[in-house]
């Protein structure tokens, strides 16, 4: 792991600014803002970042790391119904943490400039895709298993699984209530028709 004093302070500014980012958004969130809030010097902040789009970037592929290893590291089960539920447990718990301030940084960021900025665009757009890729493989286990039907589209129902998740993830920002993300957590369990008891409440 790299200490340097370079690599310290490009990490200070990263952490600060994703969640002056997630909860301010892209717009409303300048240089200054961020240098008011890490202390850094505006030349040390450039040396690190050319722009403030290779700032937010790099606030992306940090959240970007930061999530999948999040995911990775919370699938619990063997068989593959029960990786999809401790998967959207993890979804839950992640954001019900925050006490759902902020909510979903990819979300919030997709929604403020997908019409007028390409490159930060095609950043989240290859992260939703990661994103469904992953529960679309999850989905591709448990129909080879037998645990949901045979017929399902594993990607268009991976696209779906995501979409909710982010809609109820607004909600439950929007709410401050746990309920509206558990209930489309819930709901796409139904779906999917894997059995979600007691000892898969969420």
Known sequence: MDYSKGTITKNRVLNSALKIVNTSGYHNTSINDIIAATGVKKG????????????????????????????????????????????LRAVFNYHKKTGFIG???????????????????????????????????????????????????????????????????????????ERDLKECINSQLVLLGIKHGEEHDF
């Open 44 to 87: 040390n902040l450039y040396f690190h970042f050319q722009s403030k789009d290779d700032l937010i970037a790099s606030i992306i592929g940090k959240a970007r790391e930061e999530y999948f290893k999040y995911l990775a590291e919370n699938i619990r089960g063997e068989k593959p119904s029960e990786k999809i539920v401790s998967i």
């Open 103 to 177: 909510g979903c940084i990819f979300g919030n960021l997709s929604l403020e400039i997908a019409d007028d900025n390409a490159r930060l665009s095609a950043v989240l757009y290859d992260i939703f895709s990661e994103w469904i890729g992953f529960m679309a493989r999850l989905l591709d286990d448990a129909k080879e298993s037998g645990e949901i039907k045979p017929d399902i589209d594993t990607a268009a129902t991976a696209k779906q699984i995501v979409a909710c998740l982010e809609g109820g993830i607004m909600m439950s920002k929007l709410t401050k209530d």
